[in-house]
């Protein structure tokens, strides 16, 4: 598997800490049907998922990296090489690469220059949900819901160089409901889960926007 290693870094805010749930503690990785491959991660509250079109990849993964991974993985300040995560997944290890491609990507040696990060026992022996249940078709008519601002913090820390702005787009189908969430990013989708038991939907007394009238 070779897939863009700033995808694995941008996903790892929506990655459980949850130990019982340890088969989320990672992101996953799986292959599309024509080319490239989608990386997946959640937590249960929200879900993050990027297309990858340059990735090589032909089977599935769950991978789990540590800080100093998570590190490499971010590019350099004016670097225009991408940086690939490179997974064995029969050996249990992953290491990150500095290339112009994937193919040219997996001719670095260690030592060399270009060759940055390895780590051993990054697959995690467990089996990923189906992330796409949780997917909902983007709804026609939108209704108010209630998130979590924490949550929702994830989504306008990722990356938009698209434009100068942050911008995250919420479209919830049904107040109770998983909520279709986008970026000014082609390559990602998202999902968000609302808060239940906080359903105030009308403005504060103080808050009509009638006209005061005036005192004698």
């Not at 990923?128 to 108010?144: A, E, F, I, L």
């Amino acid at each position: 598997i070779v897939i863009q290693a700033e995808y694995a870094a941008m996903l790892q805010p929506f990655v459980s800490d949850d130990e019982t749930r340890f088969y989320l503690g990672g992101v996953y990785i799986e292959p599309r049907a024509k080319s490239g491959a989608l990386v997946i991660a959640t937590d249960g509250h929200c879900l993050g998922v990027f297309k990858d079109g340059l990735a090589v990849c032909d089977e599935t993964a769950i991978v789990k990296l540590s800080k100093a991974m998570v590190l490499a993985c971010k590019p350099g300040k004016d670097e225009t090489a991408v940086r690939w995560l490179i997974v064995d997944v029969e050996g249990q290890s992953a290491r990150i690469v500095r290339a112009p491609s994937p193919g040219e990507a997996v001719e670095v040696a260690p030592g060399h220059v270009d060759y940055l990060a390895v780590q051993g026992g990054v697959v995690v022996d467990g089996k990923y949900p189906d992330w796409r249940k949780v997917v909902p078709s983007m709804p026609g008519m939108t209704q108010p819901a209630t998130f979590n601002a924490q949550i929702l913090a994830r989504f306008f820390k990722l990356p938009q160089p698209a434009s100068k702005s942050t911008f995250v787009r919420v479209f919830a189908g049904d107040a109770m409901g998983p909520a279709i969430v986008l970026v000014e990013r082609d390559d990602f989708l998202g999902v968000v889960m609302p808060c239940r038991g906080v359903d105030r939907a009308e403005l504060p007394a103080w808050g009509d926007p009638a006209p005061a009238e005036k005192a004698a």
